[in-house]
């Protein structure tokens, strides 16, 4: 079946300017997972969905990044006033939460700022 | 929060079982051990996952002590396209203040 998307799977910005980073879970998955992962460096957990709600958001760098999920299923990270430490790939993933739950993740976004 | 810590890089040769050990001295009761594996420009792949003792899939065998105070996974007989970043990876699959901690990976270069 078909795994998680994202799109776009390049994004080219430059400072100040607002970017979205959209999110498509493996359907059914209820649980979506947001990473951040700078070049040459582990993953860095960002928010975690469960249905559209989400209970951890601690994981944001600043109020500039948000993130929202609809109908449980798509969902949109968002960051405004873009800055060159926001460079990055952002990774998304999605689980089962019956029984074990392994995390699916995408190709990720290469954001890069300008 | 379970924090993990492994080895930053490793080197192997073809053929060899490579044995990569995480270590989580502060899991917690409901925590599971996972790991994953990363190709550059790409997102991680699940490896295989486990409790406690052992768990042994087609790619992989998780070894997990008594304590659960850390890990070692083993990849038997490795070739050139196992060269990855491997994560080891603690959390709680049924809470639902879930919080992924990902180890800072191992670096694993296979040589011919």
């Known amino acids: 079946g078909a795994g998680v998307s994202q799109s776009p799977s390049n994004k080219v910005t430059e400072k100040g300017k607002d970017v979205e980073l959209r999110c498509d879970p493996i359907?059914?998955?209820?649980?979506l997972y947001w990473y951040r992962q700078s070049l040459g460096q582990g993953l860095e957990f960002l928010i975690y969905f469960q249905g559209n709600s989400a209970p951890d958001k601690s994981g944001l760098p600043s109020d500039r990044f948000s993130a929202e999920r609809t109908g449980g299923s798509v969902s949109t990270l968002t960051i405004q006033r873009t800055q060159q430490e926001d460079s990055a790939v952002y990774l998304c993933a999605s689980s089962d939460t019956t029984g074990l739950e392994t995390q699916y993740f995408g190709p990720g976004t290469r954001l890069l700022v300008l | 929060l379970a924090k993990t810590t492994q080895p930053i890089s490793m080197d192997s040769y073809e053929g060899q079982e490579v044995n990569i050990t995480c270590s989580h001295n502060n899991i917690a009761t409901n925590d599971y051990i996972t790991w994953y594996q990363q190709f550059p420009s790409q997102g991680p792949r699940f490896i295989i996952q486990?409790?406690?003792t052992k768990v042994t899939n087609e790619v992989a065998s998780l070894f997990i002590p008594a304590d659960r105070k850390s890990s070692t996974l083993s990849l038997p007989r490795v070739s050139l396209s196992d060269t990855a970043v491997y994560y080891c990876?603690?959390?709680?699959?049924?809470?639902?203040?879930?919080?992924?901690?990902f180890g800072s990976g191992t670096r694993l270069l296979v040589r011919p």
């Open positions: 990876l603690v959390g709680d699959m049924m809470d639902s203040s879930y919080k992924l901690i």
């Open positions: 486990g409790y406690k």
């Open positions: 359907s059914g998955h209820t649980a």
